[in-house]
């Protein structure tokens, strides 16, 4: 049995093979007029590597950007969109409010659908579900006429409050489909995200309408071609919340695949997590331009119905367009070895968010980049070693590190030595991704000393002992090599499916046993979609509950455990009860109301948990190295450790472990073991 | 300590210090009630020095609560001076003069302690929805009808509630528990600030906070000054006129920029009036301060040493200036049409460098249902933001506010209203090189047959629209009307008769440079949209369908 996990980023197409004796994997260049022509290549290249055929393959997991790709680009279908008379412009107006107070000169996106192509039919649906005035045919015979002479290719549907009764979507789509044929693509916003918050589910539904058409061609291209070579297998792709789907709704939904790609590193995350143990996780992934964080409970990364994508003003949240859908919560924060660190108009030393990127990259590139970057901070106080960098893959030049810092940071503030300096940018860089994840904890009423640090991507071990210092955090994971993290990820992802159903009543005027069915319905269908892949005792569901105060923003989800009708009696306690721990305090006599309920089925994990346990061997230090510390302002001499070097064997801070990839820093105070799955394990000592 | 490392551990300080800002407000934000608040980020938090000087803020927040709290601190500490606080006690205000210039917006004001000391304090405010008196119109004669007022005391005195203050402001508000629930919200915000700023404190072995101080507002004073600089030395006039309650008020300003300092003298505006829409000068100064940053120094952060180099002043009593006992309601119908009055003296010292008039104040939509099932519904219709140089200015988007929109959905939910249509409103962007942000046309009614009462207290510009700017022609007034014939000219209450209709049309943004220099594309593009008409295609911006200029 032969899997192979496919992911398709901007730049590169990892492709990884796992089989009985372990992992491979090839790194082609992407091919973006046509991305199935490289995943391919890379496929065959892989197979014949490992001596395996098509005809091998059991699984095909894929994930890709191109969603994202194609809607930041604009490179979607021509789509129209039709709404309730009197309101094509939601899209337009989005929140009618500037997200950035101080800055005159920002910049919205454009809507996806131009407002010619935006058509209001009259009909209406009120709040309650009920219906004010049904669609005419003969007007829905001339929108059609309209969207002909457009010669759109997609059609998003959004109705007012047809999260609550979806009739008159389906109605209109079914006529429209009868007289457009059915080489028109329509998709409704009560199917794609049945939400309240017309704005959100609008864009929701344009945004799948726009991407659907090329996602469809693509992606049954992609299946065809692999069949054509031999291949029977099962066939996923990769969604934005970790879970695997089948092809079918994946391209029925293809705005879920957004995020595949970054949830792909989180699931492996997740899988580390359970591999170590560690039930809190904080996944923090250092990369060249940004860092990114996500929250990790009992091995399940969290997720939210919030995204946005294709940011169209300085990369600044708020300006892109928002999609209601199941997405790993990730916090992009500004800050990564490319960071630009400067001193600004204030004085202030600042680093980040803007960045060198890999072109020209930081001053030790070489390649005509001045600025000082963290890349050359870890240079110039000794974190890294030149020789080696990156696998090797790129050649330094050391000198120019400390060159751009003293010229960009230490002259201006006016310190004496290079090192303290540079020293400095690291801290700031700290202190922003620590900042960044306090913050985000409290918005999830999580208190982060009681997690675990799992840091990921180039500069994850530098960064990790000081973080985690910041944040009270005791224990950090570094894990073994992970050059294709979200394709291996996918291959540890459960094939999973979610919906949700907007309620938003008080518990107290709740039909329960309407909600139960309703319930039951989802859980059917949300079942009938991953029993296509998956057998029907692998299968469990989740159902989760979304309560507030009636007119507070603050929403708790609760997991409930059947979604029958009497589970929802002891619902107001249990919510008092969170609210409590959370808050510090419970409000009396105002209605809790039941905003969301949530249902997914999903495939049940292998409960492979190993328990952390050292392993036998050892090997002593092999050298010294001298790195400049912030805390002990000066040079302490580091014992340079390799990781093969660590079997069994606990060494105490300040050790370096330099690796192609990474380097893990073992501050003072911190020890380091290594797991028998090859993690590094970072404890902090007693103290 | 090494000098050396002191820099670097000031600038980690002041990046926590916002840090321990945004995570109050964010905590506060999700705790607000009333879908408004909500949306709107109608918060500030902040914290300060011993001193009651403020060292940083959240970046959440309207202007009209950001700038405001920077000075009630202080404020409040003279009623209740430090030495009088014990660890654990808590302040609160709503005192229009105090805080921010209503009595919906509670100030709660809470000293951290290390060992026995004052090192600083953490403040934070927030609007209430609802505490008694006639509730949201400008119909009050003087603010004793405007609600319940708190003076300065303590909402908890070491760690003993101040049961009988909620009491007194759960009795006399609409929504008790509501009220409640928000102001031990902001004193549990608090708490965790003092709790961040305490563990930071030890991190560092601070003894105090003098020493961050001193570099952020050094830093911030300097970089202030050269950024304030860029406008040239002066004195530059400037005039708004409003609508006003029913009769209109010329608001009027003085700007005196003199190296890196600019003053501000309001004294020939409007006397104050009997009705809700006049203005404490703490309001007043927080929107002008806001103006005038926003367009010359946006990158620098908030605290008491940047907002010191602008000063604003007004002899008492007029509407920009409000004493008590004026009523104060709508007191943003005045507060956020500062902005536009200080960027027209900004104009004359940057000629072609500021952004046209915008809409002004957000039209707060007050609908109450007097039919069986009572109910009140408040949302803001919002009008068009003034074109910038080089850019249109953003269509149905609030300027100087940054308050938006309810969900048409989300307000259905909420109240037994119906929204029959909210689209733009063609037309109503002031021409120019760069068109004003468009207005836009809502109609709404009750979904029951009966009689709905209006409060039009913050309908303004319905004579006059925004200005242009460079040539650019005016955005249009914004019109308000009833299907039974009424035309909405004053701020007062109106009835929608079972049946009616409300229609709304909000002005639009003033345009920026000449419309005949508007790119052809663009206004083609327009045309095509439908956001202009043939007519003014033709007419305003000169333009052919042939895609060449008319002569």
Known sequence: MVRFAIDIGGTFTDVVAQTAEGMSSVKVLTSPSSPEVAALDGVERLLTRISKTHADISHVVHGTTLATNALIERRGAKTGFITTAGFRDVLAMRYEKRFEQYALDIALPEPLVARPLRLGLAERVLADGTVALAPSDAEIDAVAGELRRQSVEAVAIGFLHSYKNPDHEHYVAARLQRLLGNDVTICLSSDVAGEIREYERFSTVCANAYVRPLMSRYVGKLQTQLQGKGFNGSFLMMLSDGALTTVDQATRFPIRLVEGGPAGGVALAAHIAREVGSDKTLSLDIGGTTAKICFIENGTPKTSRRFEVARAWRDVKGSGLPVKVPTVELVEIGAGGGSIAAIDGLGRLKVGPKSAGAEPGPAAYGQGGDEATITDAHLAVGNIDADGFAGGIIELEPHRAPKAIARHVQKPLGLDAVEPAAAGIIELADETMANAARVHGVELGLDISGFDLLVSGGGGGLHGARIADKLGIRRIIVPQNAGVGSAVGFLHSPVAFESALSVVQPLSELDAEALAKRIAAAQTYVKSIVADVVAEDQIETVIKAELRYQGQGLDLTLPLRTGEAAEFGGLSERFEDRYRALIGFTLDNIAVELVSVSVTARQMRDEANATYRPVDGSSAPSARRNIYDITARGSLSYNVVAREGLNGQTYHGPVVIPEAQTTTLVRPGWSVTKSDHGHLVMERDAS | MSGELDIVARNVLWNRLISVCEEQANALMRAAFGAIVREAGDLSAGVFNADGDMLAQAVTGTPGHVNTMAASVRAMLQFIPPDQLSPGDALVTNDPWLGAGHVFDFVVVTPVFVDGKIVGYLASTSHIVDVGGRGWSAEAASVFEEGVTIPVMRLRRGAQLNEDLLDIVATNSRVPHEARGDILSLLTCN?????????????????????????????????????????????????????????????????????????????????????????????????????????????????????????????????????????????????????????????????????????????????????????TSLNVALGGMGARPGMDGLSTTAFPSGVGAVPVEVAEVAAPLIYHSKEFAPDTGGAGAYRGGLGQRIEIGARAHETLSLSAAAFERLTTGPAGRQGGHDGAAGRVTITDGTEITDKGIYDIPAGERLILQTPGGGGFGIPADRDRDVVARDLSDGLISTEAATSLYAFKPNGRTTT
């Not at chain 2, 608001?251 to 005196?256: E, F, I, R």
């Open chain 2, 191 to 375: 708490d965790t600030g003092v709790s961040r700023l305490g563990k930071l404190m030890t991190e560092y072995a601070l003894d105090d906070l003098s020493s961050v101080s001193k570099f952020i507002f050094d830093s911030s004073a300097q970089g202030t000054k050269s950024a304030l600089a860029r406008a040239p030395n002066g004195r530059y006039e400037s005039k708004l006129l409003l609508d006003g309650y029913d009769a209109p008020i010329e608001l009027s300003a003085a700007m005196t920029v003199s190296d890196g300092q600019i003053d501000v003298d309001l004294s020939g505006s409007s006397e104050a009036v009997r009705r809700g829409i006049n203005c404490p000068l703490n309001y007043s100064a927080a929107y002008a301060a806001f103006g005038i940053r926003a367009l010359l120094t946006p990158d620098i952060p908030n605290n008491q040493a940047s907002l010191d180099a602008i000063r604003v002043t007004a002899p008492p009593g007029l509407v920009v200036s409000a004493e008590r006992p004026s009523p104060v309601t709508a007191r943003h119908v005045i507060g956020q049409a500062l902005p536009d009055l200080m960027l027209g003296c900004l104009e004359q010292a940057l000629p072609g460098e500021v952004l046209a008039e915008s809409s002004g104040a957000l039209w707060t939509m007050s609908l109450s249902g007097t039919g069986k099932v009572p109910f």
